[in-house]
């Protein structure tokens, strides 16, 4: 379906702001997560993508892989050949971990899309992702991601950079990001006893390769659950909530996740739904006070008065987040919505790319939704 | 959008069986579920739909409502105006509790779509449905019509009607369908301490009915939870739950349900997972018999391998039932899957219909479903 | 997404007719139109699948190809290995014209369903598929397998299968199919001077094979045109118009033929929109007249009032027409909408297997659409 | 499915340039083509919404009716009752040209997105809308706002504007945008003999209003065309062909256009097939050459090599254009791809904007199509 353009329209549309921005690399340019970079980071005010590699595609125009990205004039190649600040690593798990280490003593700054640098303990690469970590002593160095939850360590990150250390950032999942928005402040309040994680998917997360299970006939006018109880996110997830409660006398209600993916009939977009069981009763206004305390000031989160959309958020980085107490029960529902490519994946990546970069947090992010 | 057919094909797709077919009304023919009965009665081999119903649509041919269901000769009425042997209601909630009364009174079997007979304790309308029941003396002479869980009560209510007392079955809804069928060996066997259920059903059991948050617009590329903590379906999964439960010492277990439903951009199809912390330790090997042992011999209920498609059950009265431990987490997943047209409405209705005339349970409701 | 069956449902559901059946092979039994033959036939009151082949898939339940195709019992076999009556062939083209020899010396009645006995002319193999045909001798003996075109061909091939030759039809594609539905009144009547079919299809009419242009999030949310001058089933749509208008005096009007298919966000159906500037003035009585005299007494076309929707097909093995005169510009409009797997494929071809074997022509083809 | 926010994000992503922006209204924002225009003049650079009124949402923020628009800290007003330079107009036809009197009076300059000012010849509106224009007299003042047509009469506007003369734009419909890009340079060029036009659109076209016909159930899995004949978008489409073909001696070849469109199972986009035969014979250098003639320079306008796909762009102001010649049938296809409610609605409204403001012509435009 590659469109190559003949007649392009110029570029007009070029960045803002001339002056000596901020050279970006995407290796592992030709997926969906790839295309979603360069997607964002052409509007990018502070950066330009100098180089994009794609296995197999050398020499051709970004342009006949992701036929949206006009005007870029860029052309894949097979490695990193040009001189780079920053690289977006878009690869298969057990592959960044290998090429990081060189790409930092390069003084290349790394921000990490796949899963190799979100987990701090190096034993739970060969239990969820069955290869060992080649590289673990980077694991304490890496930042996940999440600016929502680690802000302070990018912003330290940053003066790291500024003072030559290149920074390394395993930015988070999909799944991870709308249920850790989700369900942040009651970990943190040590109020989970009990936690069922229940999400729901579209298939870009499923990536662009020709799969037979993924073509429009199969997926169209279905849903399935699948990865059952061995999905991968589940390790970043209970990591995440787990540093979240420590301390709290909770830890246990986040420590063997019940956590369910569902394959959904669209494209973008990503619901997770979290049913808890609180150590204590709680009331509405309690929760209230607990999430906008959370997230006053979050540039990307809203906290909504009812159950979020997911197209409430396409085509953005934003985050909404929904908490309610059920009298009835005495549960407490935890709703997050994103777009699983954005905000779950490049668009996160290029929030955190800011932050360590020391650029305003919403660079390159400020489109709002796309709806309907 | 209807379409009269100016030369219709002539119908030579008539039943098979010509011996006196029994005479059916539909009563709120208008909608989906309407349209269904319409569809699978017109190729039952011993029931023949003689009157339908529909506000508004005095006169008009079926066809101009339902272009799909040709060649039934049938003109929609105000007014079941026609002897019946049986009728189907498919009426918004407290209108069937009006007219059943006199329905039975004439000897006529009803089999009620809606919820106005599935609930046997009358606090439960005004509860969770805003409304006193008109007639609680018949809440315990219905059968609820999900006849793996009542089939022995259906057999009987066809004796009784063999001897004159019309038959009254509240056919269940769509959500509880398809959770009873996954959760009930559970729940049977006193295994369920707590329980989660988080559904995701197509469009198509939001009604017929014009509203603009159903639009294609709205609801495409979309996924939302809805009802949060007040479905009126959780009633009845508590209620059933809580009868195959009684005895077990387990009935704590189910009495609070956590029920969420999801709306997510399909036409057809109810997804239901119950998420199950057990009463105590259980293994595979023990699920597996007591599922096998639990539907071995129903003709619609697929235990299935793998976690089920909604896609696999389309346009069939079929069900599939996937049941998992996760040896990490102790917990147990439970999933049920159908079309929730067919098994969650007119397709479970015709079941409990050919149970209380006698006929093969089948009879009608051979079609395989549609894939892909 | 296979997913065996570990308690399966009782075969409860067998044909209805246990006498000496009709036996049956499908030659490439694994994909969408090979799972559609088997989900018609499995309710085919006089036929039996015997034996489905299927590439590389030697000794899988059929319902590990197929999930939703259960209680069968069949296991995929890597050759026909059973006797059989008739092989319905869903082969890539140009396998099939170098089996059939074959299978047709053994007596075997063939239902191709591909293109390999469509088209009369040899010499349109090597220009419109690239390849020489190997048994351009059966090119006369084959019968194109549009029984609303060729009824009388089919009788005789059964007159002469009863006698001991074994019948070859060539099923027609699926454009060919609504398309040449939707004008065969026209070209007969020699109405047609100006010829463009601007055809929408869905997506499973591309097959079942893992292509990345066919994921969902690839064609979820898009439409496009594709084949642009150089799909093949222009070649039948131009033969059998060239067949029809023969002798009128139009015969140019339909032998080069604007032909455009596009590719939209379905899984099943196809809607051909055909725009015709007329031989001479004509208006909507006369078109009516015609279209009413060439489909009265058609079992599965409904020539419809108002423009026909897919939907209202699904699932079935009808076809809607629609004709209409403009009297602001003079040109005429004819539509055709069918369900692309069942009257355009494995239906129409169970259609001409009931000719080519004296069946009555509906047998096993008699399910309503399934709509919504 | 409103979501009001408890707790907003902050706006820290309010417009770049703080110098007095342009004050702008929108008259009917509660429909998709205002939710759009909020969208994207929230981020432009030199505009600012100060107004948006409502049919009986007074008082609502516009968030509860548009949740992905957040930040905007409008209410909705039922009445323009601040200050404004510009208003947009998302009206219904006819009510649009009953107010834009009053405005121009006061000096407001008129962006209307209705069909009320896009005719020049007053009698049409009677023949296609069905009301008499009660302002005729305007028809000649309005520009017909497609930029790529009409940018010299938009400059021209824009130079009475800055003397004083408020400016009236008729922004084009999303049909007649798709095909009029596709088809100019061929029509400019007296080469269309004879046309026909089959267009595919989204859903969103049809606007947010309830309609049982456009509810998902009814659209999903479903293609069918309408407005047989009488689509208003035509004379839009006939009048520009005919001021482009003004005395090529082609006239009469775009003066009966055969314009069908459909309706297809997605949210957002227009393709726009047009077949032409042509007066003369040519090739594909010659049309070639013609488009890349046409639409150098132009900002939005992309000529592509392969048929475009409408998700190529979704979400921005891009068109695709595509252009080939049938040496077999001498025939001419030219394909336009846009989204409907950017290029083909709001974003071509402020494209206009833009230009009648002396504004950079992609202001707030820049955004990149959002795939997959």
Redesign the interface.
């Known amino acids: 379906?590659?469109?190559?353009?003949?007649?392009?329209?110029?570029d007009?549309?070029a960045p803002a702001d001339p002056r000596a921005p901020i050279r970006v690399g995407i290796v592992g340019a030709t997926g969906?997560v790839g295309?979603e970079l360069l997607?964002i980071l052409?509007?990018h005010p502070s950066a330009t993508v100098v180089a994009a590699t794609g296995r197999g595609r050398d020499g051709a125009p970004v342009e006949t892989v992701?036929?949206?990205?006009?005007g870029s004039g860029l052309t894949l190649t097979s490695e990193l050949d040009v001189e780079v600040d920053a690289v977006f690593l878009a690869l298969p798990h057990g592959v960044a971990a290998t090429v990081v280490p060189g790409l930092l003593d390069r003084g290349i700054t790394v921000i990490d899309q796949g899963p190799d640098f979100r987990l701090r303990n190096a034993a739970d690469y060969p239990a969820w992702y069955g290869f060992e970590h080649p590289a673990p002593e980077l694991l304490g160095r890496a930042v996940f991601g999440l600016p929502e939850l680690h802000r302070g360590e990018l912003v330290r990150a940053a003066a790291s950079r500024a003072s030559g250390t290149a920074a390394l950032v395993g930015s988070p999942g999909c799944y991870p990001t709308a249920t850790l928005l989700a369900l942040a402040p009651l970990a943190r309040a040590g109020l989970i006893a009990?936690l069922?994680v229940?999400a729901?998917s579209?298939?870009?997360g499923a990536g662009?390769?020709?799969?037979?299970?993924?073509?429009?006939?199969?997926?169209?006018?279905?849903?399935?659950?699948?990865g059952?109880?061995n999905h991968r996110h589940t390790a970043e997830i209970e990591q995440e909530l787990g540093i979240l409660a420590a301390g709290t006398g909770a830890e246990s209600g986040v420590a063997?996740?019940?956590f369910?993916p569902?394959l959904?009939?669209?494209?973008?977009?990503i619901?997770s739904?979290g049913?808890v069981?609180t150590t204590r009763p709680v009331d509405q206004s309690e929760l209230?006070a607990l999430?906008?305390d959370a997230?006053?000031?979050?540039?990307?989160?809203?906290?909504?008065?009812?159950?979020?959309?997911?197209?409430?958020?396409?085509?953005?980085n934003?985050a909404?987040v929904f908490v309610?107490h059920?009298p009835?029960?005495?549960?407490v529902?935890a709703?997050g919505?994103i777009d699983n490519l954005v905000k779950g994946a490049a668009g996160q990546g290029v929030q955190a790319f800011n932050l360590v970069f020391g650029l305003?947090?919403?660079a390159g992010l400020?489109?709002?939704?796309?709806?309907?």
């Open positions: 379906m590659a469109s190559s353009t003949i007649v392009p329209a110029p007009t549309l969906y295309g997607r052409a509007r992701h036929p949206h990205v006009t009990d069922v229940d729901k579209g298939v870009s662009r390769e020709a799969r037979a299970e993924m073509l429009f006939s199969e997926v169209n006018e279905s849903v399935r659950a699948y059952v109880f063997r996740l019940d369910l569902h959904i009939p669209m494209t973008r977009g619901l739904s049913h069981r209230d999430y906008a997230y006053a000031g979050e540039p990307f989160v809203d906290v909504v008065g009812a159950p979020p959309a997911t197209k409430q958020v396409t085509g953005s934003r909404r309610r059920d009835r029960t005495g549960r529902l709703l919505a305003p947090e919403t400020e489109a709002l939704p796309l709806a309907p």
